[in-house]
């Protein structure tokens, strides 16, 4: 429990490091549940747009994560964010 706690802390800490757009969208698809479509209408952007922001946004953090798990001495990332 205390190692999904230390994620998630980790986490928050780098979504805080993306830019502002791309922090919300990461908030809003993955802590507030909401579907692509929800989302478009939220931030007034086009379908298009809100997935290539969602791929910016979730390869960015891919590569913090491993940065973060490769400094703790982690093997790998976990699977959820492969």
């Known amino acids: ?39 478009v209408r939220r931030l007034r952007v086009s ?5 290539r922001l969602e791929r910016q946004a979730l390869a960015s953090l891919r590569v913090d994560l491993r940065r973060a798990a490769n400094a703790a001495g982690e093997p790998s990332l976990p699977e959820a964010f492969r």
């Not at 780098?14 to 830019?19: G, I, V």
């Open 1 to 39: 429990m205390l190692e999904t706690l230390e994620r998630r802390v980790a986490l928050q800490q780098l979504l805080t490091a993306l830019p502002e757009r791309l922090s919300e969208l990461i908030q809003l698809r993955y802590f507030q549940g909401l579907s692509q479509q929800e989302v």
């Open 47 to 51: 379908q298009m747009q809100v997935s």
